[in-house]
């Protein structure tokens, strides 16, 4: 399992707090780089491998 915000393994306090206020930048499953795409409304995050996650 990796960070979703930072692409390191494991989970990070910092990056929790952080992700409150912002989407995902890596996939947690495979720690690829995503997609972002943020609207007003909220955002979509896109895996190459593991497919779209919404907030």
């Not at 910092?14 to 495979?30: K, M, Q, T, V």
């Amino acid at each position: 399992m990796y960070c979703d915000r930072c692409g390191e393994p494991g989970s990070h306090p910092e990056c929790a707090a952080a992700r409150e206020l912002e989407p995902p930048r890596y996939c947690s499953d495979c720690r690829r780089r995503m997609k972002v795409q943020v609207v007003p409304t909220g955002w979509t995050a896109t895996c190459v491998e593991h497919g779209e996650r919404r907030g």
